[in-house]
Nanobody, 130 residues
Framework: EVQLVESGGGLVQAGGSLRLSCAAS??????????IGWFRQAPEKEREEVSC????????FYRDSVKGRFTISRDNAKNTVYLQIDKLKAEDTAVYYC?????????????????????RGQGTQVTVSS
């Protein structure tokens, strides 16, 4: 059974930092073969694609509102992807969850986000106080 477990969320003041982790287990293929994505969903708002990191070449993508503040990285030896979040803003408050898909997409093209979708974790809450 595939499991994605997020951790690292919490309550922080605006301007602070957090590092979220997404640890995977039970994957059928090598972890490096999976594209990993981060989504977030705030109360009464639609889900947002935040960032992703591609399988194999490690290419990354960030939505415009987080560029320069969020950094995604992966440690294949630990089957873990990290999302470093700096300069937190109140509008970053949301449940953040990760997804995985073997060889999945990670791009924004002609107005559409293409993110990995096959597996999803339960999420971790990030709350930013202003």
């Amino acid at each position: 059974e595939v499991q994605l477990v997020e951790s690292g969320g919490g309550l922080v003041q605006a301007g602070g930092s957090l590092r979220l982790s997404c640890a995977a287990s039970g994957l059928a293929a090598d972890y490096n073969d999976y594209t990993i994505g981060w989504f977030r969903q705030a109360p009464e708002k639609e889900r947002e694609e935040v960032s992703c990191i591609r399988s194999r070449d490690g290419g990354t993508f960030y939505r415009d509102s987080v560029k320069g503040r969020f950094t995604i990285s992966r440690d294949n030896a630990k089957n873990t992807v990290y999302l470093q979040i700096d300069k937190l803003k109140a509008e970053d408050t949301a449940v953040y969850y990760c997804t995985a898909e073997e060889g999945g997409p990670c791009l924004f093209h002609e107005g559409t986000y293409y993110f990995p979708e096959d597996y999803r974790g339960q999420g971790t809450q990030v709350t930013v106080s202003s």
